[in-house]
């Protein structure tokens, strides 16, 4: 299906705002994957404690969706349920797509299906996150594996908004598929991903954007330690502690960190594995408890379980740990706190029961299985497990022993399960590979017992004190003579938000601001960044502009000492080096797990252009690199290893792809041309190579047409330099003015 930019989808927006429809909120909704108290619990009663898979009379199963097979954990609000899967599985239309359903029989209401581009995620990945639905707006938002992000209308399907954040910020897409949860915190939403991207945040990053969740304008974006181990899927916690809201997570740096949701500050940071983190911290009151299954900070031993006071700040370290247990391998799924007790899943299915207090075991461990990764759910005195080899449990906590087992089974021939079970309205809903299930006990009245109070934030009125100065939007793009306005907004400590202000504004870069923050781009000044800066009361923040202009493009490196400050994912990888007395610009090979990677020039609503390229790849120890362009959501790369060349737009799946045979040189300089452009409803691509200074051939070396077209997509750079180095010259980017 096609995607749509957010500078497109803005549009439906200002039409639609005020249409929104109220949501209906209960207490047996499931908005998030983690459930409304984000810990798995459930307060719900009267639920199954067996059920049969092949479904039957007694089994149950009020329905099962087949089709629905997936990873993505589904929430419910209200009668809806919403969930995330693949869409025209192995065919040429393939691509992701959120899903409504009636939660009560299972009936599709409606489907929202978009693309997979210019990502090395395998199909088998597709529907790694969960939606989350706001209870406030009934909106709903999605991160697809390539990382398109969208708000949806709960009640129609219709995008509201929507970012590529790959093109835009540049989110990492890996071969892995992990893939963050967004989580909603008062007026915002917020994703997490490893970015590579542009000016001072151009080295790989594990970074949280926050949006306004009902306008899609970036408010935040922060960030923790540069050049982290690997990619991450823990999921955020939302929480308050000691009277602050916090935003607890564990990073790709390998670190537990805790942010202000609405600010973005970093509050706390504790160290605890050599690698990246994968477990949803729980949280429970002051302390959080998380693991991991990889390298410890110290030692050899694989694996720990922690517990971690959360009141500290700075590296809390040593402050902050309260117990770890090591050589507890704990990497996926989320623990569950039951009376005390911790539950802890590890990665081989074997069950561990902890005193919360002292990390001490306090019954034998139980083996369910040999692999897990969805986290369990607490509801009705039981906790449902399953495993990703297909075995299932209800058990039912108990003193002596840990658990006792309640029923148990397995799964149809084949399915396995990475999702987590969830609960909403008396029903349990399980996702396997192989369906979607709706459990009900119908003979059993449904209830609900009471949720604990939350913990509640210190009032605003004990620190009235600005602490904080948030320039909004946090980056804006704009071309030359166009204008932004920026607002000023005032937080205290705690990251309360005090009031918008008016500030005195400066700017470091080009352009004009006023005293009221309406900041007006030059003329004379694209591809520049400028920074704007806030001042109030002692205090300054600050906000990025990127003054990029329309079409055409020229870029042959002379007089410049780095690729242009602007483009997302270009510095740090590419260099500027004279080659023949001439500028060129360089994709080297000494980056570390950052050799083969995309780089973007501009907005992601650009249609129907054509890039072309000089281009040069080297031979080291008898390899060659990959090089490629990038226009619409499509790539032409030309592979030195394959001496192919291929039209491709996702990378691993290539549901549209034309590849043939093409030998090349090292050494020599070619070059490429990559035509995109939208006829008769379907994307075109049209390729040609040939060697630089040489006439231009009159018929295009290579052409393929996507059906599902991508409609707009930003211009960039494909390569693979971890064999090699590769030379870039003479980028051009240029409207298409007639079909050839």
């Known amino acids: 299906m096609k995607h749509i930019s957010s500078y497109v989808s803005f549009f439906i927006l200002l039409a639609g705002l005020s249409a929104f429809p109220p949501a209906v909120v209960s207490a047996g909704d499931w908005p998030f994957w983690r459930g409304p108290e984000s810990n798995g619990i459930s307060r719900e009663t009267g639920l199954p404690d067996d059920w049969d898979p092949r479904g039957g009379e007694g089994g149950n199963v009020s329905w099962k969706r087949d089709d629905l097979g997936t990873r993505s954990t589904?929430?419910?609000?209200?009668?809806?349920?919403?969930?995330?899967?693949?869409?025209?599985?192995?065919?040429?239309?393939?691509?992701?797509?959120?899903?409504?359903?009636?939660?009560?029989?299972?009936?599709?209401?409606?489907?929202?299906?978009?693309?997979?581009?210019?990502?090395?995620?395998?199909?088998?990945?597709?529907?790694?996150?969960?939606?989350?639905?706001?209870?406030?707006?009934?909106?709903?938002?999605?991160?697809?594996?390539?990382?398109?992000?969208?708000?949806?209308?709960?009640?129609?399907?219709?995008?509201?908004?929507?970012?590529?954040?790959?093109?835009?910020?540049?989110?990492?897409?890996?071969?892995?598929?992990?893939?963050?949860?967004?989580?909603?915190?008062?007026?915002l939403v917020i994703i997490s991903a490893i970015v590579i991207g542009w000016g001072d945040q151009a080295k790989p990053s594990h970074r949280f954007l926050a949006f306004d969740k009902k306008s899609g304008q970036l408010v935040w974006n922060n960030g923790t330690r540069p050049l982290p181990y690997d990619t991450t899927y823990s999921s955020p916690t939302v929480t308050v502690v000691d009277g602050q809201k916090l935003l607890i997570f564990g990073s790709g740096d390998g670190a537990v960190w805790a942010f202000q949701p609405r600010t973005g500050k970093q509050v706390w940071r504790y160290p605890f594995s050599r690698r990246g983190l994968n477990v949803a911290p729980l949280v429970v009151g002051d302390r959080v408890f998380t693991g991991h299954s990889e390298e410890n900070i110290e030692g050899t031993a694989m694996g720990a379980i922690a517990a971690i006071y959360a009141k500290g700040s700075g590296d809390i370290s040593k402050t902050g740990e309260l117990w770890k247990t090591t050589e507890m391998m704990m990497g996926k799924s989320s623990p569950l706190m039951i009376d005390g007790r911790l539950y802890c899943f590890d990665d081989r299915a074997k069950l561990h029961v902890l005193d919360a207090q002292t990390g001490e075991p306090l019954a034998a461990r139980k083996a369910l299985g040999t692999v897990m990764r969805a986290s369990p759910l607490y509801a009705d005195g039981k906790i449902y497990a399953l495993t990703a080899n297909g075995r299932w449990y209800i058990l039912r906590p108990d003193e002596r022993r840990g658990?006792?087992?309640?029923?148990?089974?397995?799964?149809?021939?084949?399915?396995?399960?990475?999702?987590?079970?969830?609960?909403?309205?008396?029903?349990?809903?399980?996702?396997?590979?192989?369906?979607?299930?709706?459990?009900?006990?119908?003979?059993k009245p449904h209830g609900e017992s009471a949720a604990p109070k939350p913990e509640e934030e210190t009032p605003v009125s004990e620190d009235e004190k600005p602490a904080h100065v948030q320039v909004v939007p946090a980056e804006a793009v704009v071309a030359p003579g166009e204008g932004q306005q920026f607002k000023v907004r005032l937080f205290n400590a705690r990251g309360q938000f005090l009031s918008e202000s008016p500030a005195e504004f400066s700017l470091q870069g080009s352009g004009q601001i006023d005293k009221k923050g309406a900041f007006l781009a030059s003329a004379d000044a694209a591809f520049t960044a400028t920074t704007v800066v806030a001042n109030v009361a002692g205090l300054s923040g600050e906000a990025r502009v990127r003054n990029i202009p329309p079409l055409p493009w020229k870029f042959d490196f002379e007089g410049m000492s780095a690729p242009p400050v602007v483009w997302v994912g270009a510095r740090y990888r590419h260099i500027i080096r004279e080659i023949d007395g001439d500028n060129v610009m360089v994709k080297i090979s000494t980056i570390p797990k950052g050799a083969r990677s995309r780089a973007w020039f501009g907005r992601p609503e650009l249609s129907n252009y054509t890039i072309q390229a000089d281009v040069q790849g080297t031979l080291q120890n008898g390899k060659m690199p990959d090089i490629g362009l990038i226009a619409q959501g499509y790539a032409l790369d030309l592979q030195g290893a394959n001496q192919r060349l291929q039209l491709r737009s996702w990378v691993t799946q290539l549901r549209m792809a034309a590849t043939i045979d093409f030998p090349w040189k090292p050494g020599v300089w070619y070059t490429m041309k990559l035509h995109a452009a939208i006829e008769d409803g379907k994307a075109v691509l049209r390729g040609k190579v040939w060697v630089k200074g040489e006439p231009e051939p009159d018929h295009w070396t290579i052409e393929a047409t996507d059906d599902s077209p991508n409609l707009t997509g930003a211009p960039g750079l494909y390569g693979n330099a971890k064999n090699a180095e590769l030379f870039l010259d003479n980028i051009s980017v240029t409207p298409n003015e007639i079909a050839p």
Do not use: M
């Open 403 to 443: 658990v006792e087992v309640v029923s148990k089974g397995r799964l149809p021939r084949g399915e396995g399960v990475d999702a987590s079970p969830i609960c909403a309205h008396g029903r349990v809903y399980i996702t396997s590979s192989g369906g979607l299930y709706c459990l009900e006990d119908k003979s």
């Open 74 to 187: 589904p929430v419910v609000l209200g009668e809806r349920l919403y969930i995330i899967t693949r869409n025209h599985p192995g065919t040429k239309t393939e691509g992701e797509k959120v899903v409504c359903i009636n939660a009560k029989t299972g009936e599709t209401i409606w489907e929202n299906a978009f693309n997979v581009w210019l990502s090395d995620v395998p199909d088998t990945r597709v529907g790694w996150s969960s939606c989350n639905v706001d209870p406030e707006t009934g909106l709903v938002y999605a991160l697809g594996v390539c990382g398109y992000f969208q708000c949806i209308n709960g009640e129609t399907g219709q995008t509201v908004w929507s970012v590529p954040l790959h093109e835009t910020y540049g989110l990492l897409s890996t071969y892995g598929g992990r893939t963050n949860f967004p989580v909603i915190c008062d007026d």
